[in-house]
């Protein structure tokens, strides 16, 4: 089966959803795993996330540190970078063997309600659960065609660090879409994309989201908050 091929197979499988922070392989039209160490069973509890002991990354306190650049195409982004939303950093980007630059910016964290995920039934693993929308927006910053790529390895964060939980959906959810990039998506192509993070209960926010993709690694990646 060739890419387009299996990006038109894995978009039929509506309704098919996985919980977990590692999770990846849900994300996107390609059937592999983005990152190596990031397969998980569908519908499997994280083990990390909002109701664990892990420690949070250890971005400073103060205001945004970062060098990019807000509403443009943003300076090359480091490890560590702490941003505001809205506010884009180039990054370089991996996709398989798709290899290129992106300038991404996260640019809401929006509350939903715990209601919205009643059609995925998931029972008493999102019980009591919050869910957050991690929007962002990606620009095609180099010269390579990313098209059917995935931006995976968004985390969001609750107020003291920890990781919140992840929601990888495979096929259609109406209030996060996070479909692959399209078709022809080359040099200066805009597209928006959404992560679902939750937090563990109505008194905890999700107050900020991590981009940790090659080369970053989770909890040393890019910051917005």
Same mark, same amino acid.
């Given at each position: 089966?060739? @890419?387009?091929? %299996?990006?038109?197979? $894995?978009?039929?499988?509506? !309704?098919?959803? #996985?919980?977990? *922070?590692?999770?990846?392989? &849900? ?72 290899? @290129?630059?992106? %300038?991404?910016?996260? $640019?809401?964290?929006?509350? !939903?309600?715990? #209601?919205?995920? *009643?059609?995925?039934?998931? &029972? ?102």
């Amino acid at each position: 089966m060739n @890419g387009i091929d %299996s990006v038109k197979a $894995t978009r039929r499988l509506g !309704g098919l959803i #996985a919980v977990g *922070a590692l999770a990846l392989t &849900g994300c996107g039209p390609d059937s592999s795993p983005a990152h190596p160490a990031s397969s998980a069973s569908a519908a499997k509890p994280s083990t990390s996330g909002g109701d664990s002991a892990t420690s949070g990354p250890n971005w400073p306190n103060s205001a945004p540190t970062g060098t990019a650049d807000s509403g443009g195409s943003g300076s090359d982004a480091k490890a560590g970078d702490n941003l505001k939303l809205g506010q884009a950093a180039k990054v370089p980007f991996t996709y398989g063997s798709t290899k @290129g630059e992106i %300038s991404l910016a996260v $640019t809401s964290i929006d509350q !939903g309600d715990p #209601a919205d995920l *009643a059609s995925l039934n998931l &029972g008493d693993q999102v019980k009591g659960k919050v869910p957050y929308y991690i929007r962002y927006s990606v620009t095609n910053a180099g010269t390579s065609d990313l098209s059917f790529s995935s931006v995976n390895h968004m985390k969001g964060h609750l107020p003291d660090g920890t990781e919140a939980q992840d929601l990888m959906v495979i096929g259609d959810f109406d209030k996060c879409k996070s479909d692959a990039l399209p078709s022809g998506f080359t040099a200066g192509k805009t597209a928006q994309g959404c992560a679902v993070a939750l937090a563990p209960s109505p008194s905890v926010k999700v107050t900020s989201a991590e981009y940790w993709g090659e080369p970053f690694t989770l909890g040393k990646g890019v910051l917005w908050k």
